[in-house]
């Protein structure tokens, strides 16, 4: 599954390519982690399609691979070689600690609507992240749910003994590691592009990914149970290089926010239904995988877990992480009482 691509030069080409005042170039550049047709990429061509139809702008589209993994696009992006980046704050966490609230289990709404909602309106994403972000030479666009994460082992999960032993892969996330540990797994840090072979091999025997994810990197071929514990959904953060977005007009400003906030409504109807339908998809493809929801019994001993969990995130960041995810909670009473 490795790409035969050297980052750096393509990086370095890009730079090459680029106009003198990134904020007067007639094409503006965004790179994603999934491919085109999953969730990110449906969001980035519909942002592209608004930008487009609305401006003379052209927007360059990057899916995951390449430019590279994370790490890369998001240099990149700080660099200004991109305009525009969408990436997980899972992978952020170690530029931002608090942007790992997102990975503090059973802390957002499982009820769509409520999730929905609280990514319209919720202060700390909306108000507290931006400033968070903008130390670090980003603009936060928008924040948009993925879908709730499902766990693949190779054996049945009902409860946390059941990850006894088993090696967890997870993003390279501070938090996501004390997750796992707090679950019982043996969490192992592994740049996407190596899972799948490491679980063909039994190098790792779990991972953790959005329904549609397990279907459109198949996965499930490699997998014999999806389990959903109902402990996270996957978050995603659009962002710009703060300089390029900083040196617009306001009328470009408008048109980049405006834009987001279209992609932002149709990606949320777009995955009305989308979990469901992919594990249709798994289950055609492989009849005898197992899928289990667990009942809110079987969650409850994963939910006391995770009160260690939210403790570790205050003791990593401190005042401003506790700040962050009181709001965080405050935001998710709001749309949920």
């Known amino acids: ?47 592209k399609e608004e930008i487009e139809k609305n401006s003379d702008h052209e927007v360059q589209l990057f899916p995951y691979g390449t430019l590279g993994e994370s790490a890369d696009i998001m240099e990149q992006a700080q660099a200004g070689i991109l305009q525009f980046v969408d990436q997980s ?27 929905n909602e609280f990514f319209r309106t919720s202060k700390a994403i909306n108000e507290d992240f931006k400033d968070l972000y903008a130390q670090h030479g980003l603009e936060l666009l928008t924040m948009f749910p993925e879908g709730e994460v499902a766990m693949t082992t190779q054996e049945p999960v009902k409860k946390p003994e059941d990850l ?22 043996t969490p192992t840090p592994l740049p996407w ?25 198949k996965m499930y071929e490699v997998t014999d149970v999806i389990t959903f514990a109902g402990h996270s959904n996957f978050v ?43 594990i249709a998809k798994i289950q055609d493809a492989k009849p005898d995988m197992v899928v289990n929801v667990l009942t809110e019994e079987e969650r409850a001993p994963f939910k006391a877990a995770a009160e260690k969990v939210e403790a570790k995130f205050i003791e990593m960041t401190g005042d401003t992480g506790k700040a962050i995810l009181d709001q965080l909670k405050a935001d998710v009473a709001a749309v949920t009482e």
Request: proline share 4%.
């Open 1 to 47: 599954m490795k790409k035969k691509f050297t980052p750096k030069l393509v990086a370095g080409a890009l730079a090459g390519m680029m106009m003198t005042g990134a904020a007067q170039a007639d094409t503006w550049r965004y790179a994603f982690e999934e491919a085109i047709t999953d969730v990110q990429g449906v969001y980035a061509t519909k942002f």
């Open 89 to 115: 704050p899972g992978f952020t966490g170690a530029l931002i600690p608090e942007a790992q609230v997102f990975f503090v289990p059973y802390i957002l709404p499982t009820e769509t609507e409520a999730l």
């Open 164 to 185: 006894d032993g088993v090696k967890f892969r997870v993003m390279t996330n501070p938090l996501l590691v004390e997750t796992y540990q707090a679950f019982g797994a």
């Open 193 to 217: 592009g190596e899972v799948y072979g490491a679980l063909q091999t039994n190098i790792i025997q779990g991972q953790e990914n959005p329904a549609f994810f397990l279907e459109s990197t």
């Open 236 to 278: 995603t953060a659009v962002m710009a290089n703060k300089d390029f977005y900083d040196g617009l007009s306001a009328d470009e400003q408008q048109l980049i926010q405006n834009a987001t906030d279209v992609a932002f409504e149709y990606i949320l109807e777009y995955q009305k239904g989308l979990s469901d339908e992919s």
